[in-house]
C-alpha cells in the first residue's frame, strides 16, 4: 500500500495561506524564525494595492464551511480524462491571546505566537470521465485530510487505511499552507509578502484561462484573477507551471483556483460560499486521532515535519 499523500491536494488547495501556528506542547518553546526570502523588486501600484486588500479581507477569515470541488485533469500522455471529487472544507484561523513567552538572546529575539490555523477537508464522492478506455462512473470514494496546526491525518475509507504525520516541529514558525511552503496551499490567508517573494504575479483579465463551462464562467467573470508563475528555485518551481486565484470582487474570498502541474496536468478547485459559511462550527472535525485497530484500521505515525528549530 502507498503511503504516500495523495497528489490531488497539491493542486487545490492550492492556493494560499499566512502563519498556520507551531506545535502545542505543554510548556512553553522558544519560536524559531523561518528567514523569508529576499524582498521583491517593485510592482505595479494597482497590483500592489490588490494584494494589500487580499491579504486584509484574508487576515479578518475566522471560520469557512462550504462545499468543495478538487478536479483533476491528466494530459493524453497520462491517459486522458478527468477525476472530480464533492466535499466539504473547514477552516478556522484562532489568533493566540499572548505571545509564547520565552528568554531572549541576541540570536533568538522574542516572537508572538502565530495564529494556529486548522482544516479539514472531507470528499464524498468520485466522478471519472474521459480518458482511454475508461468508462464514465460515479462511486462513493471517502477520502479526508484533517490539519490541527502539528498533526496531518490522511484516511481512506475505501481501504480502512490512514497516515498521520507530524509536519510542524515544536519551536517552529512553519505553514504547511502556505504557498511555496509546504505541501497543502489552501486558498485563504494569503500574504502579499509570500506571493511576491516566490512568484512573478500579474493580475489577468478575469476570463483569460478560466474553464469552459459557460455556468462557472459567468461568475468568474465578477472576479479578479491572480496569475502565479514560479521563480526559478523556489518550491513551487518543482511543481506548478502557475498558479490561478480567482477572488468575489464583493469580499475578496477565494472561490476558485488553478494549478497547471510540470507534467501538464492540472487541478482545480471550487469552494461553493453558501448562506453561514462563515459561521462558527464545532472544531471537534479537526481531530486527528487515528481510526481505532478494533474497527478494521490499519495505518502509520510518521515523523515529518516542516523544518526544525
Known sequence: MNPRLHTPLLGLIICTGA???VAQTAEPVAITQ??????PAPIDPALGTLLDKIEAADATLVWLNAPIRLIRRFPEIQGGGEHTR?????????????????????????????PLRRFALRFDTLDIKGGVNVQAVRREDKQAFVFDGTWLLETRE??????????????????????????????VGQRKADMLARFDVTNPDPLQNAPENPRLRELLSTCVQLRLVPKVDTPGARDFQEIRLWYRKADLMPIYAQTINLDASSAEVFIVLQESWDKPFDTAVFSTVPPKAEDGWKGDVIEQVQGKP
Do not use: C, H, M
Not at 473547514?90 to 505566537?113: G, M, R
Open 19 to 21: 502563519p498556520i501556528g
Open 86 to 114: 464533492y466535499g466539504t472544507i473547514w477552516y478556522a484561523a484562532e489568533p493566540k491571546a499572548k505571545p509564547t513567552p520565552n528568554q531572549p538572546t541576541p540570536n533568538q529575539p522574542s516572537l508572538p505566537a502565530p
Open 158 to 187: 475505501a481501504e480502512k487505511f490512514f497516515i498521520r504525520r507530524r509536519i510542524v516541529a515544536p519551536g517552529v514558525i512553519k505553514d504547511p499552507v502556505r504557498i511555496g511552503e509546504g505541501p497543502f496551499p489552501l486558498p
Open 34 to 39: 523561518v528567514k523569508d526570502p529576499t524582498p
